[in-house]
């Protein structure tokens, strides 16, 4: 592969986390296409999906994740009406941040992909806290099932 050459887009089912979204009429541009920016909307939805979705929150109490960094790029246009379907996975974990691989798709087509940076964040302190065992733990389990 060549530097200009990008990697081959991933399918749905190689995400541990699947979400889904309505999109709608108001989503759109003048153009007809869903908006850049509710791409980001659809990628909250997948994050939420894994850091709430299952029988316990990843963060503990008394903390949150925030976000640090997103990159996300543009595959193919979405159009209304129709559903947003997230998939989301963990890439690597730190000692308080974890980083996601993340894609959106309209049907089979994957519109989006992007890399997500979380960092744990103490409520009461307001700085990076360490990811405690129990959160590693539920992470180990999210891991992607092909690299990303």
């Not at 749905?12 to 709608?24: G, H, M, N, Q, Y």
């Not at 908006?35 to 029988?55: D, H, M, P, Y």
């Not at 963060?59 to 947003?84: I, K, N, Q, T």
């Not at 974990?93 to 519109?111: D, H, K, Y």
Request: glycine share 8%; proline share 7%.
């Amino acid at each position: 592969m060549t530097a200009r050459e990008k990697p081959p887009l991933p399918v749905l089912d190689d995400f541990p986390v699947k979400a889904s979204d309505t999109i709608r009429y108001g989503d759109t541009d003048k153009l007809g296409h869903v908006n850049n920016a509710v791409f980001s909307t659809f990628l909250e939805t997948g994050r939420t999906r894994l850091l709430w979705g299952g029988a316990a929150a990843v963060a503990p109490e008394h903390a949150s994740f925030v976000l640090a960094r997103l990159v996300l790029d543009y595959r193919a246009e979405m159009l209304w009406p129709g559903e947003a379907l997230i998939g989301t996975g963990v890439l690597s974990v730190g000692n308080s941040s974890m980083t996601l691989s993340q894609a959106i798709f309209q049907g089979e087509r994957c519109t989006a992909t992007a890399e997500t940076v979380l960092v744990l964040f103490d409520l009461v302190t307001r700085r990076p806290l360490p990811l405690p065992e129990e959160s590693l733990s539920r992470l180990a389990g999210l891991k992607m099932r092909r690299p990303g």
